[in-house]
């Protein structure tokens, strides 16, 4: 039987965010980042499985995070977010806790406003389709390339058919695993790029402007709102 798994990376060092220790153990609404990112998917009650993926040095776990039943940490952990999330794919397939026919939703341990209706419509459009999907929103305001060392604009690109990705990025666990073998894990910023470069179209499934990624130092008044909502 196939069973939903969320992945959530949170081996990130939040250079960006600028605190002295990562931006996912900042306590936001009343306790740490990654705790509301853990009790979303626990509150769900569609995943079998969450696993959340740290660095192998982390010092702040253990003291900050209560993991509920199906939560585990493991501290495999990689140098970019890709390398991450395919040492904690292979660490659970290698140790049977998941199987290569499940689906696993990749998400971001500092996108922790995702909104449950956001999450089920993932849940329920992609179920087990093979070519996966992702939350994504479409880009609703006007762009701009700039000059190449200038801060001026060069020229206005369309918009038309651009949409920006979000997490969770959902995939069955043996085609994420391949998709992310050989690759230059610089060049990887979502799950769906790695993919992509299979030949495979994902799905896009509308996501929430909630669902925010906490990135810098400014995003965390909005963020803690959005957590008291
Ligand atoms: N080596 C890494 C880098 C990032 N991440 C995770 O990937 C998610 C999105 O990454 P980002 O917002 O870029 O986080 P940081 O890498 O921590 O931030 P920055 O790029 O500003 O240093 C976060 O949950 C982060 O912890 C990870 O697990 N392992
Ligand atoms: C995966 C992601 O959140 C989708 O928008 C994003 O690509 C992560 O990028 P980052 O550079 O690691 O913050």
Redesign the pocket.
Known sequence: MMNYIALIPAAGVGSRFGASYPKQYVELAGQAVLQHTIDLFVKNGRLAHIAVIVSPDDEWVDEVIRLPENVAVYRVGGKS?AETVVNGLNYLINHKIIQADDMILVH?AVRCCLPQTALNRLLDTVGNRAQGGILAIPVVDTLKRAEHRESVIAKTVSRAGLWQ???PQMFQAALLQKSLQNVDFSEI??EASAVERLGIAPLLVEGDSRNI?L?RADDADYVAWLLGQ
């Open positions: 977010r971001d990705a979000q997490t910023t979502d990624k990135t």
